[in-house]
C-alpha cells in the first residue's frame, strides 16, 4: 500500500486511542482529589492500577505463542474488542467517576484498571498491525500517538482547575463536624471532558474499520498475522539487540526512566506539588503531560548526540531528586512563595 493522504489520517486517528485513556485520567487528577474521598493519595493509588493492568499485554503474550503454533492470531478482532471495551469503560466513567463504595472510589478504580489495560495492550496489537502498511507511514501512527497525549492536555488546559474559594463547617451523620474546603467550579465539568475523549475513541474506532475494511480489500496483505519471513527477521533483530552492548544500556537507561516518570513520581506529585495550590499543582500535572509528545515531535526534526543526552539526563536525575525531596517534607517543602511554585512546575518538564 502507497502512502496517501486518507491512510495516514486514517492511521494518526486509529493510533490516537493508544494513550488517551492514561492521559485523560491523569490530567483530570487536579480534579478527582477535591471531589473524591481519596484526596491526596488518589495519584499513587492510580499509579499503582495502571502499574498493574500491565497484566494484559502479558497475558496476551502467552497467548499469542500458544496461538501462533497453531494458526493466525486474530489481531483485528482483538484490537476492535479492545477499542469497543474502551469505548464502553469511558461512556462508563461519565456517570460513575463520583460513585464511592464504603467511602472509596470503586469504580473509579475498576473502570482505570480496564481503560489502562487497553492502553498497555495497544503496544503490542497496534505495531504489528500496522506491518501491513507501507513504511511510510509510521509517521503518521507516532503523530498519532503523540496526540493521544496532546489533545487531553490542552483541553485540560481550556478546563482548569477550580482553586479554592473559601471553607464551610460540616457535620458528619454521627454528628462530628469540621472544616472542608469550598472550590469554584471549571470551566466545564469532568463530565464533558470524559465526553469528549469517549468522542475520540469513538472516532479513533470507525478509522479503525476502515482501516481494516481497505486492508482486506487488497490482495497480498495478511490481514491478522506476520510472515514467517517477517518473523524470522524480528528473532534475527532480537538477537542483534542481545549482542549489542550500547543497546543493553539504553534499555537500562529506559527502564530507569519508566521506573520514576510513570511510576514514583507520579505517585507522590500530589504530595510535592498540592502544597503550592491547586493552580501549581494542575500545571504541574497536566504540562508534564503537554510536554511529552511536544519532545517526541522535536525528535523528527532534531539528532542529539550521545553527550546531549547524557547531560540530559543528569539534569533530570537532579530534577527528580529535588521532586522526591518536596515530597518528603510535604506538605513543608523546604522552597516556598513564587520561586518555589515556579521550580516545582518547571521541575516537571525534565
Known sequence: MKPGLAEGTLIAIFALSSWINVNSLWVEVPIFIQNLPEAWSLPSYLSIIIQASNIFPFVYVLYAKRTSKSGQIPRSRLIFLVLFVTLLSCLSLIWTWQKTVANKSIALFVISFFMSGASCISQVLYLPFMANFDANFMPAFYIGEGLSGL?????????????????????????????????????FSVEVFLGVETSLIGISLFSFVLLSYRLSKRKGHL?????????????????????????????????????FSNGLLTATQSYSSLPYGDTVYSLANRLSILINPLSCFALFFLRLPLSIIYCCLLIAGGCTTYQLVLAFYSPNPPITGIIGSILVVSDRYK
Request: charged share 25%; aromatic share 8%; with cysteine.
Open 223 to 259: 490481514q491478522n498475522d506476520l510472515s514467517s519471513s517477517e518473523q524470522s527477521l524480528l528473532e534475527k533483530d532480537v538477537e542483534i539487540v542481545e549482542d549489542n552492548e550500547p543497546k543493553k544500556i539504553y534499555f537500562c537507561i529506559l527502564f530507569v526512566i519508566g521506573f
Open 151 to 187: 489533545l487531553p492536555s490542552l483541553l485540560s488546559l481550556v478546563q482548569g482547575v477550580g482553586e479554592k474559594s473559601g471553607c464551610v463547617n460540616f457535620t458528619t451523620p454521627d454528628n462530628k463536624t469540621g472544616i472542608k474546603p469550598v472550590y469554584d467550579r471549571p470551566k
